[in-house]
């Protein structure tokens, strides 16, 4: 079997093999939705908020998040039609660059991209899960912590047992059938996607205050209260968004961790290509209606925030907690109760979007026999069964280290969460490929320039150009002063590529 196969024979090859198309238009859009919308929007608009230091830089973050998204889903809509295989954007690696890049994303997803996303996010299902029961914390052990360096350590806490028991479950779900995985997905993302305009007409109908809003848009770039951002390389100084112009860079660059994070997994709808109907029109249409639709509600969900709460509230939200305090300021205490509940919609449907999708990755792989070969099989309900459960197993596990920091003042060690660290991890291990994949949108032209093209990438070569700049500035300003976080994410890219020549010299055995 060629390590590179043409679209028209893979495609065939799935068909045999008992894929489902049954993925429409509206489906597909909805994977792409649900995938985005997790407890990102509700939660790091703190953080960007103390980065960038004003009303109006906390809105250019989020409207740059949105432009790069949709700049990038334009362009991966015409690899994805010229392309509809399943695996996505492995594929589009492998044919653009080399199989070595194709595993080295593969790799990367099932490392830290894919099961890192769904282990972050079954963390904040369960974390807001404890605001409606007590009883799930992360201080509540049924394993105590143990310490494995000075900055990490391990443990097993209530929270962690609900975010493992919601992955085993929708793994479970998703290996069931499409049908199932679809119903769960659609449901949740269009109760979420109603939650979230509920929240921002809240905001801006019912919260509307007077005094945040003469606070915020009186005072529209005026910062306040930004953080000094310390590089982690040594030998380069301090900055801070009020540092002139290279200081706000570095700070809307070290912003972009949260809303790129919150905004990403659009390109999961690639990976499920096998299974969408009419794929060289619907997987581009659905990257482009889902992407405009979340861009947009996210960028309103920062103006619903700005009209009722100031933005040293915005700053200094309880936990970052930003759309609790404005559901409290208009709510009271039952506020935290309120959005508590939402978020719960909202994780729980966007893990499903990302465990249906991943396993696709995985399989693909098993197929080019660069994995496990029972991970490129289909059960009988033609889901790669195996391939969830791999998928699953290593999200599970990625929940249970914390972080450990100990007090100097007292010498007190608090264990912190990691999912701020698996935010780093993710963001500049996904950059990497997302600028490796839309680089091969160019070579493709070139190397195959008579490759049927239903749909061509818009504003070509300017749009896919302007993100790959963007896109790279934003690694290099995370890979020296987010070093520490974003390291492992790097690393353990670099570490497939041992793997991958072990595996490549076995597949070459079998040929």
Request: net charge positive; with cysteine; charged share 10%.
């Amino acid at each position: 079997m060629a390590m590179a196969e043409t679209a028209q024979q893979v495609v065939g090859e799935e068909r045999s093999e008992g894929f489902v198309r049954g993925l429409g238009l509206l489906d597909s859009t909805m994977i792409v939705a649900g995938s985005m919308i997790g407890s990102g929007i509700f939660i790091v608009s703190a953080d960007i908020a103390r980065q960038v230091g004003s009303p109006g830089w906390l809105l250019a973050t989020w409207l740059l998040t949105g432009l790069m998204t949709v700049g990038a889903a334009l362009s991966y809509g015409e690899l994805a039609a010229m392309m509809p295989n399943v695996g996505g954007q492995y594929v589009y690696l492998r044919e653009a660059w080399s199989p070595l890049w194709g595993f080295l994303y593969g790799w990367t997803m099932i490392l830290v991209i894919q099961t890192g996303t769904i282990a972050a996010v079954a963390v904040a299902f369960a974390r807001f899960l404890g605001v409606l029961v007590p009883s799930i914390s992360p201080t509540s052990y049924i394993l105590g912590p143990l310490d494995l360096s000075d900055s990490y350590a391990v443990s097993l806490s209530t929270q962690q047992l609900v975010a493992i028991a919601m992955i085993v479950l929708l793994t479970w779900v998703n290996t069931r059938g499409l049908e199932l995985g679809k119903w769960i997905q659609n449901t949740f993302t269009f109760t979420k996607t109603a939650a979230l305009i509920g929240v921002i007409l809240l905001g801006i109908v019912v919260g509307w205050n007077a005094d945040a809003i003469a606070t915020n848009f009186g005072n529209f770039w005026a910062q306040r209260d930004v953080a000094t951002i310390t590089p982690d390389v040594g030998g380069l100084p301090a900055t801070s968004a009020i540092a002139g112009l290279f200081g706000l860079l570095i700070a809307m660059c070290v912003a972009q961790v949260g809303s790129l994070f919150s905004s990403d997994a659009w390109n999961n709808i690639t990976f499920t290509a096998g299974e969408v109907k009419n794929p060289r029109r619907n997987l581009p249409l659905a990257l482009a209606f889902g992407t405009l639709l979340v861009t947009g509600l996210y960028v309103m969900a920062n103006v619903a925030y700005l009209v009722s709460v100031p933005m040293s509230t915005i700053q200094h939200a309880p936990d970052d907690r930003v759309a609790t305090a404005v559901l409290a300021s208009i709510f009271g205490p039952a506020g935290a109760v309120i959005m508590a509940s939402l978020i719960l919609i909202s994780t729980f449907g966007c893990n499903n979007g990302l465990i249906l999708a991943g396993a696709r990755v995985y399989y693909a792989m098993a197929r080019d026999r660069l994995f496990f070969e029972p991970i490129g099989r289909l059960n009988r309900h033609h889901v790669p069964a195996v391939a969830l459960a791999v998928q699953g197993l290593w999200s599970c596990l990625l929940v249970l280290p914390r972080t450990r920091s100990v007090d100097a003042a007292t010498g007190a060690v608090a264990y912190g969460n990691l999912y701020s660290n698996l935010l780093d991890w993710v963001v500049s291990a996904v950059l990497i490929f997302y600028i490796m994949t839309i680089g091969g949108l160019f070579v493709l032209r070139r190397k195959r320039p008579d490759a049927p093209r239903p749909y061509r990438a818009f504003g070509y070569p300017v749009v896919p150009a302007l993100y790959i700049a963007a896109a790279a500035i934003v690694l290099v300003v995370l890979a020296i002063y987010k070093t520490k976080t974003t390291g492992p994410g790097l690393l353990i890219v670099l570490t497939g590529i041992p793997v991958y020549a072990l595996w490549r010299k076995r597949a070459l055995a079998a040929n």
